[in-house]
């Protein structure tokens, strides 16, 4: 279930690498039309944000966080449950952000997303409460390492940040 996660996050990642260059291209563009990137930095920002603000608000609530947050409140407080459907809104909210400007990263969003494709492995799997608080934690942790090109620390991001422990069993 990890490896599957871990593949699933990977492909998550490409995603929104390329929404959000495909957001920037689109960026560059209007600076392009208007002439002057000082002005188009006027429109693109404001253009980004509403987008994400239109998907956030037609489709999935709650991508509006950062991310992480969110992910250590459901580790905590839900059981590890986070909605499959906040994925994909999640991913292009967080392109349209980022490609139009936007200030943030996509660390904090990555882990949201990771976190999500684990507790719906989960759930589909039908693991015990335990079980599923690690796999968010994995989808988390993948989704670190795949953003930074560093497994290991995504590994110790996860157990330390998302679940609190180092605890072996995880």
Do not use: C
């Not at 563009?29 to 998907?55: C, H, K, M």
């Amino acid at each position: 279930a990890a490896l599957v996660t871990g593949f699933l996050v990977g492909l998550a990642v490409v995603l929104l690498v390329i929404l959000v260059d495909a957001a920037g291209d689109a960026a560059r563009w209007i600076s392009d039309r208007v002439g002057n990137a000082e002005v188009a930095f006027f429109v693109t920002v404001p253009l980004g944000l509403l987008t994400a603000w239109f998907i956030a608000q037609r489709f999935a609530r709650n991508v509006e966080s950062g991310g992480v947050t969110e992910t250590i409140s459901a580790v905590g407080l839900r059981g590890g449950y986070i909605s499959t459907r906040t994925i994909l809104p999640k991913i292009a909210s967080t392109a349209a952000t980022l490609g139009g400007g936007g200030s943030g990263g996509r660390e904090g969003p990555i882990v949201m997303i990771g976190a999500a494709i684990g507790s719906s492995l989960s759930r589909y799997t039908r693991f015990s409460e335990d079980r599923i608080r690690s796999l968010v934690a994995a989808g988390a942790g993948a989704g670190i390492g795949a953003t930074f090109n560093a497994p290991i620390a995504g590994m110790l991001f996860a157990m330390e940040v998302i679940l609190g422990n180092l605890a072996i069993r995880h």
